[in-house]
Structure formats: C-alpha cells, structure tokens
C-alpha cells in the first residue's frame, strides 16, 4: 500500500513541478488528438449526416459495415495502417511511420466508424419526428436539410466527443504507429505502459492523473450532449 | 357557390402492402372545422397527413382549391397548410425562436414578427413577458404543446390539421388549446381539421364529422358517438350510466371497440318526457343550435357527461319554442344505435 501512496505523492510532485517527460508526452497527446478528431469530425460528420439523412440503395449494408467498424481492434487498425505507411507500403515515401501524423491516420481510422455511426443514428432518430415537424412549419429543400443538422446538434456532439474518447485513450494504435519515441511520439497512454513496466511508479501515475481529468471533461461533456438531447 | 378546398377521388393508401386508407370521394369545404372519429388503426392519422401533404396517396387524386396536387406542389402548399402532430417536438431553441420559425421562413420583417409572435402565444394562454425567451426544456408538456400550437397559429394557416391536439396535456391546457383552436376558425375562418379523444369537444364543436372505420370512411356528417363501458342486462341490452345517473340502453352485440353511433336523424326531441315506445328517454338542456344544409336545424343537447347532436326542420324547431338553455328529453330507440 505504501509504494502506491509513495507513487501518489510522487506524481503530484511530477506535475506540480512541471516535469518536462511528462508535459512532452501531455503535449503529444493533446497534438496527435487534436489532429485526429479534427480530420474525423471533417469527414465524418457530414458521411453520417448524409448517411442518415438520404435514403439509397443498399443503405442497409452501408449502415452493417459502418457498425461492424465500430468494434475494429485497434492493432489490427495500427497493423494496417503500418502495412500502408512503413518503407514499404504504397505511402512509403511520406515517412510517416513512427510521427505523430502516422498515428493520426490511425486515430482517424479509427474513430471514423464511430462518428459514422452515431451520427448517422442521430440523424435517423431525429427524421422521425423533426422532420415532419419542420415540414408543416413550411421549410422545404436546403434549409430543411441544415435545420436537421442543426437539431441535431447534441447526437453529433455526443458523436464527436465519444470518438475523441476513444482517440484519447487508445495504446495499440500509438504503439505501433508511433513506437512510442521519447520526446516524439510518446504519448500518456504508451508512456503509462512503458513507466509501469519500468517500474516508474509515479510517472504512470501523473500521466494517468491527467488521463483521468481529461476523461472527466470528455464525459462531463458527453453527459451535457445527452441530457440535452433527452430534453428534446 | 362552393366553397371546397379539397377534393379525395379514389386514394388509397398502402403501408408494406396492407391498405391503411381507402376513399372513393370525400370533399372538405372551407372554414369549417371537421372532426375525424374512429378506433386506432381506422386510417385518421394516414387521412390527416395527405391532406397535410406530408404524404402521398399510392393511387388516387387529390385537388386542393381546385387543382390536382402533384408531388412539386406539396412544398408550396404547406406554406398554407400546417398540422399538429401527435408527438409534435419542438425545435431545439428559445419558446419565441420556435413560435417565429415558420414566419422567418416567410420572410416576415422582425417588427411585425414580434408583434405575431406575442399575439400566438397569448392565444394559447402563455405570457410573452414569462414563456418568450424560455428554453424548449424549461416547459411542462402542456406548456410545451400550447408552443406547438402557438407555431401553427401564428401563421394564420388556412388549414389548419390536429392529430390528437390535447393527448397528453393537463385540463388546464386542454382548454386553452380548444379555445384557440375554435378562435383560429372564427378569426381567419383557417379550416380545422381535427382528431381528438375529447369527443364531448369534439361534437360541439365540429361542423362536420367523418367516421372512419379500417381505412374507410363510414359516415358523413355529424354523428352522435358514444364510448362504453356498456354493462349486460339480463333483458340482453347493453346499458351505459351517464354521471348524472341517467341510462342509455342499446340492443346488439358489441364490437371490439365498445364504441356505438346514432345518426342524429334517429333522434328525437320533445318538450316532455311521457311514456315512449323507444327504451331511451333522457332528460338534457340545449347547449347550441346552428343551422344545417340550409333547411334544417342542428340542435346540440347535453345529457349527463355527453352532448347528443339532433335534426330538427325549422317547422319543429318553431313548435317546440326551442332555445339555447331549455330543458329537453331526448328519444331514441335502443335498436338505433350501431356498434362500430
């Protein structure tokens, strides 16, 4: 019980001081992240919105694979985006293997299905109702599609925010990707496995602080998302 | 000269292939309010929603004001036409932003929107001053659906469709959206068209009423409707207690619904209540009296908790000196009322 104690104390002292591994690793993470969720919102907010929204032929099956996604592993998304970036891959020459934009891609890839999907459902679970709502207010074409994007807010919201959930709290993907460089590409999740195996008590524990608050503002946010929409 | 607004030839309407809406001709005149009556699943909602344009017939014609409507139409013609729908949601935003939606989309000037915006709210019964600026989720259901309303009302429609207006609203707001909605049709002469479960609203209020019945409509015309419960008799009637203790005894078998109708033709009214070969002799006073088809008198009767709808020519309205107030028997026989 004491070394976790010790580990505790020793972790406030870690980022009360500014430790700078520790910040580096925050920083990278905030950075591969940020660069993440910004592309996976760019591409699948409006997919999912039009996914929802339209109605084509073969929907159906668009919609089982987009779900399907949903639980892909995230080595086998860091294996197949390694097979794509590393020397020998058809995206060799860009040389991103082991950057933070080689693990982005595979943040994206990841995330992507995610914001599809529950996006997608959002959209859906609103045409039901909004729909004929904003169709007997007399709104018609375009401003009928953008106002049910706009009620849609909260779903795309709880969308975005559940892949950045996601983003921020996945190893295997940053592992492989990134490889996990000091001063790099080590970020808190692959720096808290690393120190732990280290036995670097303290640092994982500081890392995983800072993990946890940004869960808090993450959920704190879905849960903000979610009540709005129940209000509806 | 005729004053019709719609015209239904032949519509059907089909839902994965079972037929949820079969009308050979059905016409709806302007200005009047028109209620919808039948069991779930008769075809209200599916009827309300084509007149509403929110829908296709899968064959059949629908004129609106003359013209036969095709799919390109039907955004133009909601400009004119709004219904409240039975789980109507409101728009994510401020009470008044909700309210002046459909009048932005009309392109109103914000002065005159304003001005529109408070009279709707107030016709519902809401205080601009408190309920404008409100947030959707800081309102009760009732609240909630007088906004609904209020939506719909200011844009003066000149159809104006309710699918169960009062469903899941307190008393207090189920007489506000009552009140409103009869105001709409005096104030704008907007055509109402309007499904409710407060028959007794219903019938005093409607000019004209359509039964439905598995898609079709059965009967025309104002109808008296009476739900159960209907208790067995020995004798083998079927009898319903009114809450003033009065009786109503009616012979066959029930439906599932346990819902009977007796076309008002059936009934009669007399200035005593002496000895009747009919079974039912129901004590009641007139509640109003409206002229119908020109010739006759439509005299409505409250008996107990029900109002009872009857025709009279004016000839006997004359004879009986009869007047809004007066107390008045009601006759009919139990054979005369149909189970739906």
């Known amino acids: 019980m004491d070394y976790i104690l010790a580990g505790i104390q020793e972790a406030f002292v870690l980022l009360l001081s500014g430790d700078e591994e520790v910040y580096t690793a925050v920083f990278a993470t905030l950075k591969v992240s940020s660069m993440s969720i910004f592309f996976t919102l760019v591409i699948g907010l409006p997919t999912g919105f039009l996914l929802g929204y339209t109605n084509f032929p073969g929907k159906n099956f668009v919609r089982s694979v987009v779900d399907a996604l949903l639980a892909l592993p995230t080595v086998v998304v860091g294996l197949w985006v390694y097979a794509f970036i590393s020397s020998r891959g058809p995206l060799g020459n860009l040389n991103l293997l082991f950057t933070l934009p080689g693990v982005a891609i595979g943040e994206v890839v990841l995330a992507l299905p995610i914001v599809i999907a529950l996006s997608a459902q959002a959209i859906e679970e609103l045409d039901l109702s909004v729909k004929d709502t904003l169709l007997t207010l007399g709104a018609a074409g375009r401003k009928l599609a953008l106002d049910i994007l706009w009620e849609g807010r909260y779903g795309m919201l709880m969308a975005a925010v559940t892949a950045y959930g996601r983003i921020i709290s996945e190893v295997g993907v940053a592992t492989m990707l990134g490889g996990n460089i000091k001063w790099r590409t080590r970020t808190i999740t692959t720096a808290m496995a690393f120190e732990t195996n280290k036995g670097q008590f303290a640092m994982g524990m500081a890392l995983g602080f800072i993990l946890l608050l940004i869960a808090f503002i993450v959920n704190g946010t879905l849960s903000f998302a979610k009540r709005r929409r129940q209000s509806r | ?340």
């Open chain 2, 1 to 340: 000269m005729s004053n019709m607004l719609y015209e239904l030839k032949n519509i059907k309407r089909y839902y994965n292939g079972r037929c949820a809406l079969s009308i050979n001709h059905l016409a709806i005149e302007g200005g009047q309010i028109y209620a919808l009556v039948g069991p779930n699943g008769s075809g209200k909602t599916t009827l309300l929603r084509i007149l509403a344009f929110l829908d296709e017939p899968t064959m059949g014609e629908v004129f609106y004001n003359g013209s036969l409507v095709a799919p390109k139409m039907m955004p133009f013609l909601r400009r004119e036409v709004t219904m409240l729908l039975q789980d109507s949601r409101l728009l994510t935003r401020k009470v008044k932003d909700n309210v002046a939606y459909g009048l932005k989309l009309r392109g109103m000037d914000p002065l005159s929107m304003k001005h529109r915006v408070n009279e709707a709210l107030e016709m519902v019964g809401l205080s601009p001053k408190e309920f404008a600026n409100r947030k959707w989720y800081e309102l009760s259901g009732g609240e909630a659906q007088r906004v609904a309303l209020a939506s719909r009302l200011v844009l003066r429609p000149k159809v104006l469709l309710l699918d169960e207006p009062t469903a899941n609203v307190d008393a207090v707001s189920e007489s506000l959206i009552n009140d409103a909605v009869v105001r709409a049709k005096e104030e704008w002469k907007t055509t109402i068209i309007v499904v409710s479960h407060n028959l007794l609203w219903l019938y005093s209020v409607a000019d004209e009423v359509l039964t439905l019945w598995g898609g079709r409509i059965i009967q025309q015309g104002p109808e008296n409707i009476i739900p159960g419960p209907w208790k067995k008799l020995e004798t083998g009637l079927y009898c319903k207690t009114l809450r003033d203790g009065q009786k109503i005894f009616v012979s066959g078998e029930p439906s599932e619904s346990k819902v009977i109708s007796i076309s008002p033709s059936e009934i009669l009214l007399a200035s005593h209540g002496e000895k009747s070969s009919a079974r039912n002799v129901l004590r009641g006073f007139v509640t109003q009296m409206t002229y119908h088809n020109g010739d006759q008198v439509r005299v409505h009767v409250s008996v107990g908790d029900i109002t009872l709808v009857a025709f009279l020519t004016k000839d006997a309205v004359m004879d009986l000196n009869l007047h809004p107030g007066m107390d008045i028997y009601v006759i009919f026989k139990a054979s005369a009322a149909k189970w739906l």
